[in-house]
DNA sequence: CGACACATGTAAATGGTTACATGATTTT
DNA sequence: AAAATCATGTAACCATTTACATGTGTCG
């Protein structure tokens, strides 16, 4: 929480090629969707804060265009030479450590407070909403297997689909581990 | 974010035994602290209001005794049927979908932009951080393998620590083939 | 006697979501 | 003509962390 990492989640959609608000956040959603996602609340607003500080500039929509709007009304934006050291400078230090909440695990742990039947169905719904992120990631290393652009970037991009799919697939098994164990000496 | 899940962390907690502020945090840190945690800024205030809607009570220190504090100003409470039946029908309705946020991953799709020795340094850092969070697992699932008491309820806590050690291991597999990438072919 | 763990709280700031408000363009 | 998607933003609210403020008991 203390750093604000919306800045350089724009900045480095940007640092791609131009793009607006609209549009970044289709990027984020289909490139690090899996393990970040912005709202509107903080994107707009954030994108003001770069372009004040110098770390963008709004060009004309046309230009030497990747990602322009199809709509009138738009702003594109462009990531200038101080946006890309202020994004270096970011991955140049320390991550910090994501704090992990799961609900579904907190239902797990205090499951002997209410009915099983309620706790299968949330693993249910979990293992669907895995087993569907999980075709997205595998659909995802497909296009990045298949990609002819950005050749110096798909180790990368591979990596974090990579650990989408470990991750994914760890929770898969528990999920059915869990609902096996519901089916067995569960109901006691 | 919609539902305040602090007051059923606390009241789950209670179920097991009544405490005090400093106490319950202990406990959670200890039992569900690898998937949740809570700060002092919520907790007190959180047991201040379950307290004015009945759901837990106040006692006097030395009752029954569980969990008793050592020092000597402190508030003990205990929960109400309220309370149970409040947990109960949190744990009656759907979970909502975790929010997930991994800066490490943000780093790895970035990594482009900077250099590659600092995607390492953070790689190895939460390489270690998940050992040490791995070793704790094993040692809380032998604690709930020879656990004589809370019979009823460890199944649903050994649960919990097998999802533990199933994403962690996920994780540092992760870890180690991101490792190699960056030594093999990660440098053209 | 100093450091550390125990113990309880409050206040301010931050980060983030959700709902609202508005309107154009495309698809059905 | 209606519905969905594209597009930009603001305001209110909520959750959460961090820093502050205070004091006791225990151990070396």
Known sequence: MRENRTRF???????????????????IDESV?????ESWGQLYP???SLLSEGLIEEVEPGEEGTDMPRGRQS???CITDAGRAALAEWLAGDAT???KRDELLLRTFFAHNGDPASLRRNIEA?????RLALARVEASQRMIAASETYLDRLDWWAMTA??????????????????ALLDGGGER
């Open 33 to 37: 969707g899996q393990f970040w996602q």
């Open 75 to 77: 702003r594109v934006y």
């Open 126 to 130: 979990s293992r669907d909403r895995v």
């Open 97 to 99: 450590p994501s704090v």
């Open 9 to 27: 989640i724009l900045l480095g959609m940007l640092e791609l090629g131009p793009s607006h608000g609209y549009g970044l956040r289709q990027r």
């Open 46 to 48: 954030t994108l003001r």
């Open 162 to 179: 990579r650990h989408g799919e470990l991750q994914l697939r760890a929770h898969l098994q528990w999920c059915d581990e869990a609902l």
